[in-house]
């Protein structure tokens, strides 16, 4: 494969998942060097075979407020510099009114929102300040269409759009990028949690493969020559 991130710096939350694997596989093929983060160290061991280029594993949970900077911290030291932060960890709840446990629900927000935009400040205060940078925000492309019983993941994803629109608005005249990928449906181990629930999923056509999406989310992060002059401004919120 093309190494199109030689020399560059990624790092992954919710790496051990279906989407964050699949996007550490592609990253370590196109040359980037890569810190992972999810909390199982056993998944994480299992992952880091799997990948051929230099990688760092920090276990840990993102509810930690520590966490984002760690994960930065950890960039610096093992690489020298960090290029590009996958804001990727997620859960998902969903359930009737009467079935919700509301204590899983505060969870799922906690994770879903206050752990993702404690990792999108940090790691914005940093790409600001060393004059470039790309973070990349994870959201759901069915937040447009939302059914009873999911609510409360949607809206989660809601508060991560409009953070990311927001943020790459305010950073629009320099060269640190915000991007919001929102996938639909793909074969992940969150659909599994989706059918523990007995909500019936939602009919979104297509289901991807994780790494058919890595390789489109690849074009978010290294866009094809015609458009790499784009200002971000145009290229921002990516819908893959
Ligand atoms: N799959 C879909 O259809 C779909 C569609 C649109 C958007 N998304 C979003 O894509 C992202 C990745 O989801 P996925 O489909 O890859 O799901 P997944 O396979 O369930 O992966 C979720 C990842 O997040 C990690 N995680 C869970 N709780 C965490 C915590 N407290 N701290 C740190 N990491 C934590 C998980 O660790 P463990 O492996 O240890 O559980 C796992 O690595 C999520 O934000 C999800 O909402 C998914």
Redesign the pocket.
């Known amino acids: 494969m093309h190494q199109a991130g030689l020399n560059k710096v990624a790092i992954i939350?919710?790496?051990?998942?279906?989407?964050?694997a699949a996007f550490a596989r592609t990253l370590s093929s196109a040359g980037y060097a890569l810190v992972l983060?999810?909390?199982?160290t056993e998944?994480l061991c299992a992952l880091r075979e799997q990948l051929s280029g230099p990688c760092v594993a920090i276990a840990?949970?993102?509810?930690a407020e520590s966490m984002p900077r760690t994960l930065l911290d950890s960039a610096i030291e093992h690489f020298g510099r960090c290029d590009v932060c996958f804001n990727?960890?997620?859960?998902?709840e969903a359930g009737s009114i009467e079935s919700l446990d509301i204590e899983r629900v505060c969870n799922m927000v906690r994770?879903?929102v206050e752990?993702a935009f404690r990792m999108a400040y940090t790691f914005l205060q940093h790409f600001a300040a060393q004059g470039r940078g790309h973070l990349v925000n994870?959201?759901?492309?069915l937040t447009q269409r939302v059914q009873p019983a999911v609510g409360a993941y949607a809206a989660t994803?809601y508060a991560v759009e409009a953070l990311s629109e927001a943020l790459r608005m305010e950073l629009s005249q320099t060269e640190v990028l915000v991007s919001c990928v929102?996938?639909?449906?793909?074969?992940?181990?969150?659909?599994g949690?989706w059918r523990e629930t007995h909500v019936e999923p939602i009919d979104s056509g297509e289901t991807f493969e994780?790494a058919a999406l890595a390789r489109m989310m690849l074009s978010v992060l290294e866009p094809p020559k015609p458009f790499a002059s784009m200002r971000h401004a145009e290229a921002g919120l990516a819908q893959v």
Do not use: C, H, W
Not at 13 to 20: C, L, Q, S
Not at 37 to 40: D, E, R, V
Not at 138 to 141: C, G, I, K
């Open positions: 939350t919710g790496a051990t998942g279906g989407i964050g983060n999810a909390p199982s998944k840990g949970n993102l509810r990727n960890s997620g859960l998902l994770v879903n752990g994870t959201s759901f492309a994803k929102e996938p639909g449906m793909v074969r992940t181990g969150i659909r949690q994780p």
